[in-house]
DNA sequence: CTGAAAGCGCTTACAG
DNA sequence: CTGAAAGCGCTTACAG
């Protein structure tokens, strides 16, 4: 006996009104139970008990968000697979560990931005949402924040309905560069994502990378020389191999972050003369022997920690903005090391 | 004026029946516009559709899916940040772009098992579920599949009620153990994760390339031997260094998947004599001239696709198995390359 | 301590 | 083509 559509004779999972009725209470009184909420008889709690086990029954979260709390954060990522923002998630799911809250990952898809990926995470009736590095306005976030409490991550924002984490990418920029410029190297080449724009996005923490380094060079009397690139691998070794085939290479590049700093050294790790490269962020590969690179912990579990208690305390009623800046460490690897200490 | 709850006056996003109001149409009306259903007259849509725009409003995800379809899939992994995980949740979005489905993701994290983010995931009333190797028994597997359309990634089951796509294990396995013994190699040892057991998880990836290794090196008349470890990199390192400190420490080894084999490098790297080490699953910084690690590809992004093409399928009504298996790669490289070919 | 009723925001038949 | 009603599975005041 089948009908046209396959599913249309799948079995209903047992509902609150199933478990009422073998226990023969009301629904209210099982939602009690489940809620663990006040006032319920021992004898009553144990009658709903059994029901439910012997059930299976499993409330279901999509209605209970409907009325009260799904227990569920978001966590919106601008892309998936990057090692930086899983050290985020890492921290995030430290936090909630024994709060009852559960999360789920929304990565931004090739054909869903940021703002999509926000709105669908809102659309599930979430009880908050951590956006990491959202490419949208603060407006747009301000007014996101209305509705539902938002923590944000890798912005610079002085926002009023929202709290933000951040490393410190100043201090962290200037580590690199005293370190590039202790190290004696005058041609430094800054190598970032050609999607950063340092005047329509101020906050970002690549534009203030960007930005440091300039005025470093500009005040140890250097040219800055900054060159972009699309974030495929590809095209991170094609921007690279064509910046060391050009006209006064570089001797030392300063990588806005790990995933570039990484396939920038496929290039360098067969180019004479040796190019000193440092990057950022503090990925668990940066410190394998064999990639030995410099870099600057953002300390991304703890930035995941933070904003997962700080979204927290607003699911609770917190209303004042918090900014929390964490203090980022230079490590210092081969790959920024002297000529000759080459592995 | 402020509530003792901070939220008590978060304004109210605006619902269906606030657009049926401004618009001057019943919410059923509404509904039929949003969902592009048969029968509106392009008077009311246009009515209706300016309401929209003009309230912002979003249908919620949550409400829909209690009543009809939230076109959301859910993707459960067993951990965050592996990168072969990644490449699958690159072919999942692939496939579903276009097709008006989205996706979520949920970890199993420290405090969730398996059985507990599949459930999560079912609870949220999710149109269909995709589990990369998960680790509960087939019947909790069929059982789910009674209420949702499910795939399983990583999972030689013969199921009834859900679909598989895996890699062709065996096959694998094989191009990985005659490279090395074609290279010479007699001790070679199998590099696994302590929780593999052969006995209790027969259908289990690593399971079958446990039994592979173990059947290749008694048919070459060679004595198998096979060390298993922790998941963690420090644990890796500390069982690595200590297989090569040992009696007859091995010339070859062959690591059930790449994070194992990337993290032996690690001891390898500064160690002598040379050890050869082969991985399995084909991961992005393999390939990096600086790593070199020859492995097997699985193909992660054509799992992913296939499993999305497959669940689609299901949700569609489809109520037959279907077992997709893929054609692995043997992808050859320096960490297996005879002495002094070393990098 | 317990239950009946209303409601969360949507969709689905069913009348008109 | 359009609307009124019932219902998805839950929670929340409100009576008793």
Redesign the pocket.
Known sequence: MSTQDGRAQAP?????????RVA?????????V??D?????P???ARVEEAIERLA????T???A????GFTIGLALPVFGNDFFSQIVLGVNETLAGTGYRFILAPDTSESSSSHTLDALA?REVDGIIAVSPMVSTDWLENLARYVPVVVIGRHDMPAGYDTVNGDDAAGARLVMNHLLEQGHRRIVHLTGDYVQVAARPADPHSIRSVVFREMMLSAGLVPRQVTTAADPAAIVACVRDLLAGDEPPTAIFAAHDFLAIHALRVVATSEPRVAIAGYDGVDIASHPMISLTTVDQRGVEIGRTAATLLLERIKGRTTPARHVSTPELLIRRSTAPDGATG
Do not use: C, E, H
């Open positions: 209903k999972r047992a509902t609150i009104t199933d478990v009422a023969g209470v009301s629904r209210g009184a099982v939602s009690k489940i809620r909420a006040y006032g319920v008889s004898a009553m709690r029954y499993r409330p279901r999509a209605a209970r409907l009325r009260g709390s659309d």
